[in-house]
């Protein structure tokens, strides 16, 4: 019997392009130990695709040649239930010549993506059309975790405890940027945050303490994304994270975690995240499991579980699957806020899953199980309806609006 092939999709046109290739390798690693096989999809920088064992290995995407012997570029098949992968362009050649077979073929899709173009429901709508059993959540989960300001409106409108914010369109601050400013002054006041509306890792994200540090990171943060977002900005913040893992109703969370600082009252920005470590061999060495962290984090028993109550409330709000990491934030009287959800999380949270006693193999299995329920419940819905329409129409076109 042959093994399940995993198709794991990574890179793409993001701001995050090249955090989203550590994650995928460390998910590659674990599925093959879990005995799957696997088929690398990688998406370049200028969205072309691209599979091949080569693909596996770090040392490729240094300086990455699309020519190198063991890649080729691929597209997706995307007629419903195919799930093939065929060389691009077709290899055929002559009128009699025999059609080739795929390159591969899709059993589940696991999208290791970060950012635009594959963590914000793009790709997920893809699979969707061709009915293709992927990990992590749906296009409805991953749209709106993916824009913050969209997130934190659903987020408070549920009764979810965030930050004040107010927000504002590029075309806005090109046009209005003194009255926005001057809105800032007035109902978040300095400190702030700000931020572009649909990325991760802190890029684009800055704290201003003053109008000139204010008009600095709006223009970053403008150059970034159009929709910006800008918060109030804790003083002395603590970041508390945690993780939910299943599919619907089926829902358990992590321990939770205490990312740290190298230096005091700085949030986790590109820098802390993936590179303070960056330097360092084994286990701790690549992506998000880099960083420095308390786990369990020490904030008490009646903390963790409140934590842990959120967590899994808003991994059901949002139809989240596979697993998830929410973002909170302890001010310095301990009021708590959820700060955001990530769908597809840096590393894919598996170092707080192996504090519950699941390894990444097991994590991994776990994807995918996920994948292939939440596949087979969308397919017990009822697609096609009678409605006789069709028959009725006796004039074209115009006929059916009688």
């Known amino acids: 019997m042959s093994k399940m092939n995993?198709?794991?999709?990574?890179?793409?046109?993001?701001?995050?392009?090249?955090?989203?290739?550590?994650?995928?390798?460390?998910?590659?690693?674990?599925?093959?130990?879990?005995?799957?096989?696997?088929?690398?999809?990688?998406?370049?920088?200028?969205?072309?695709?691209?599979?091949?064992?080569?693909?596996?290995?770090?040392?490729?995407?240094?300086?990455?040649?699309?020519?190198?012997?063991?890649?080729?570029?691929?597209?997706?098949?995307?007629s419903a239930n195919a799930g093939d992968l065929w060389a691009w362009p077709p290899q055929r050649s002559g009128l009699f010549a025999k059609v080739p077979a795929p390159v591969a073929h899709i059993d589940c899709a696991i999208p290791v993506m970060h950012g635009w173009h594959g963590e914000d429901g793009t790709l997920q709508g893809l699979f969707e059309m061709a009915n293709i059993p992927y990990a992590f959540s749906g296009v409805l989960g991953s749209s709106i975790g993916m824009d913050k300001i969209a997130m934190k409106q659903v987020l408070r409108g549920a009764g979810f405890p965030v930050l004040d914010f107010v927000w504002c369109t590029r075309e806005e601050l090109e046009n209005h940027r003194d009255a926005f400013i001057e809105r800032v002054e007035k109902e978040i006041r300095y400190p702030a945050f700000v931020k572009p509306a649909a990325l991760g890792s802190s890029i684009g994200v800055s704290r201003a303490a003053n109008r000139e540090e204010l008009v600095k990171a709006l223009e970053l943060a403008?150059?970034?994304?159009?929709?910006?977002?800008?918060?109030?900005?804790?003083?002395?913040?603590?970041?508390?994270?945690?993780?939910?893992?299943?599919?619907?109703?089926?829902?358990?969370?992590?321990?939770?975690?205490?990312?740290?600082?190298?230096?005091?009252?700085?949030?986790?920005?590109?820098?802390?995240?993936?590179?303070?470590?960056?330097?360092?061999k084994g286990e701790q060495s690549r992506g998000m499991k880099s960083l420095s962290r308390v786990m369990p984090a020490p904030i008490g028993e009646e903390m963790t579980e409140r934590i842990q109550k959120m967590t899994r409330d808003i991994f059901r709000?949002?139809?989240?699957?596979?697993?998830?990491?929410?973002?909170?934030?302890?001010?310095?009287?301990?009021?708590?806020?959820?700060?955001?959800?990530?769908?597809?999380?840096?590393?894919?949270?598996?170092?707080?899953?192996?504090?519950?006693?699941?390894?990444?193999?097991?994590?991994?299995?776990?994807?995918?199980?996920?994948?292939?329920?939440?596949?087979?419940?969308?397919?017990?819905?009822?697609?096609?309806?009678?409605?006789?329409?069709?028959?009725?129409?006796?004039?074209?076109?115009?006929?059916?609006?009688?």
């Not at 995050?16 to 998406?43: N, R, W």
């Not at 695709?49 to 693909?55: C, D, F, S, V």
């Open 317 to 402: 709000l949002l139809d989240f699957r596979g697993t998830v990491r929410v973002d909170f934030i302890l001010d310095q009287n301990d009021v708590l806020y959820v700060n955001e959800p990530n769908t597809i999380p840096g590393s894919l949270a598996f170092y707080l899953w192996k504090e519950c006693g699941i390894d990444f193999p097991q994590l991994v299995e776990k994807l995918v199980e996920e994948a292939l329920r939440a596949h087979a419940d969308k397919n017990r819905s009822v697609f096609a309806f009678d409605s006789s329409i069709l028959q009725k129409v006796t004039s074209g076109a115009k006929g059916s609006k009688a």
């Open 222 to 280: 403008a150059s970034y994304d159009r929709r910006i977002l800008v918060e109030v900005g804790v003083t002395h913040p603590v970041e508390i994270n945690c993780a939910a893992l299943g599919y619907g109703e089926d829902v358990r969370v992590s321990v939770c975690e205490m990312p740290v600082s190298s230096s005091d009252d700085q949030f986790l920005d590109f820098f802390e995240k993936y590179m303070r470590n960056a330097g360092t």
């Open 6 to 78: 995993i198709a794991v999709f990574f890179g793409s046109r993001s701001c995050e392009h090249d955090v989203s290739i550590i994650s995928a390798l460390q998910l590659i690693e674990a599925a093959k130990t879990a005995g799957f096989s696997v088929t690398p999809v990688y998406i370049s920088r200028e969205g072309l695709w691209y599979t091949g064992e080569a693909l596996e290995n770090i040392e490729t995407f240094r300086n990455f040649n699309p020519m190198a012997k063991g890649i080729t570029r691929v597209t997706l098949d995307v």
